[in-house]
């Protein structure tokens, strides 16, 4: 079983893959973080929502939580541009619709898109040779 104090195994795509590493934070209320920890399990989150993202190109998402803190990690590949893909999956039918479901949970501006509210953070050290 794979848990904080174990690890989390990742995907081997293949190919040569980037990494965009983004936070969002939740409203404090365990209510609603309960709600948004539901809306994401995999029988809960929107069927369209998911051949979006993978439509656009992602390859892999992982969403973790510390208390209201959420911290995204989206790998792609390498030649992947992030705006054109945002733009495009903003314009997927239910993407504004999810947004919409989902923004109740956010600390965001009602009607930004993904791209808006999840934001970009700064590599400041890596272990790798590269």
């Known amino acids: 079983m794979e848990t904080p104090a174990t690890g989390y195994r990742t995907q081997t795509h293949g190919i040569p ?3 965009y590493c983004q936070t969002l ?6 209510e609603l973080i309960a709600e948004y920890r539901k809306r994401h399990s995999p029988t809960e989150v929107w069927p369209e929502i998911l051949a979006g993202i993978r439509e656009v190109g992602i390859l892999e998402m992982e969403i973790y939580i510390l208390g209201t803190r959420l911290f995204m990690i989206v790998e ?24 919409a479901y989902m923004a109740v949970f956010q600390q965001a501006a009602p009607g930004m898109s993904s791209a808006e509210k999840w934001q970009p953070m700064e590599r400041m050290f890596h272990l790798y040779n590269l």
């Open 25 to 30: 934070d939740l409203r404090d209320s365990p």
């Open 17 to 19: 893959v980037k990494r």
């Open 76 to 99: 792609t590949p390498v030649n992947f541009d992030w705006d054109t893909a945002m733009k495009r999956l903003g314009a997927l039918p239910r993407q504004e619709e999810w947004e």
